[in-house]
Nanobody, 126 residues
Framework: HVQLVESGGGSVQAGGSLRLSCKIT????????RAWFRQAPGKEREGVAA????????YYDDSVKGRFTISHDNAKNMLYLDMNSLKPEDTAMYYC????????????????????WGQGTQVTVS
């Protein structure tokens, strides 16, 4: 069993930066893939970035490439999402997620492929 708790959301002006954090506890073998998703009102949940702990491979949605960076600190069991050059369209509830499954050395990208979820943290860009 894995538990995830996000923090770091808030309100920021366009062009600003935020760092989201996710504390991950529980069985580390159940969280080989760790990811950030977001969901805006009236829209489906979408993958933002993912990280395969085993090999370090990462995935970024095209909309955030070059602006967002996913990283992790094994010693602290923390997952991070550094968000720069934020845009109003980045406004959403952001969720961290984890799952044991992967596609080889890469993580799956669909919300349905992730078992464990945090409660979400709101990011508002104006």
């Amino acid at each position: 069993h894995v538990q995830l708790v996000e923090s770091g959301g808030g309100s920021v002006q366009a062009g600003g930066s935020l760092r989201l954090s996710c504390k991950i506890t529980g069985d580390p073998y159940s969280s080989n893939c760790r990811a950030w998703f977001r969901q805006a009102p009236g829209k489906e949940r979408e993958g933002v970035a993912a990280l395969y702990i085993g090999g370090g491979s990462t995935y970024y949605d095209d909309s955030v490439k070059g602006r967002f960076t996913i990283s992790h600190d094994n010693a602290k069991n923390m997952l991070y999402l550094d968000m720069n050059s934020l845009k109003p369209e980045d406004t959403a509830m952001y969720y961290c997620a984890a799952d044991a499954r992967s596609r080889g050395d890469y993580c799956n990208r669909s919300p349905s492929d992730f078992t464990y979820w945090g409660q979400g943290t709101q990011v508002t860009v104006s």
